[in-house]
């Protein structure tokens, strides 16, 4: 089954990772009603203490718009504009393989 999926890096302005992780945590109720959302994963560095990583995994592309295009997400993203370093980076990813996904 192909699925979508693709890793974030938010480059926290210097001091301000608590103030991200707290307004991106509204994005975890939301995903749980998106049942094309396969995993949500939010990360921090531990040699990169200025960055906040997410690796995420839907069931197919339609199935990330739904994320992309939901009204948490939108407040997010704009609460988020001024703590970090605009844009985000995103790359896209294709699942070869994984323990726990089904397989590609």
């Known amino acids: 089954?192909?699925?979508?999926?693709?890793?974030?890096?938010?480059?926290?302005?210097?001091?301000?990772r608590?103030?991200?992780?707290?307004?991106?945590?509204?994005?975890?109720?939301?995903?749980?009603?998106?049942?094309?959302?396969?995993?949500?994963?939010?990360h921090v560095s531990q040699n990169e203490p200025d960055a906040v990583w997410f690796y995420e995994r839907y069931v197919d592309e339609a199935a990330f718009e739904v994320h992309r295009t939901s009204a948490t997400h939108d407040a997010v993203l704009a609460a988020?504009?001024?703590?970090?370093?605009?844009?985000?980076e995103i790359?896209?990813?294709?699942?070869?393989?994984?323990?726990g996904l089904p397989k590609p």
């Open 80 to 88: 988020l504009k001024p703590l970090i370093a605009w844009p985000p």
């Open 18 to 42: 608590d103030e991200v992780i707290k307004v991106l945590c509204p994005m975890f109720e939301e995903v749980k009603k998106e049942p094309g959302t396969l995993l949500y994963l939010m």
């Open 1 to 16: 089954m192909p699925t979508h999926g693709h890793v974030v890096r938010f480059r926290v302005k210097p001091g301000k």
């Open 91 to 99: 790359h896209f990813l294709d699942l070869l393989d994984s323990k």
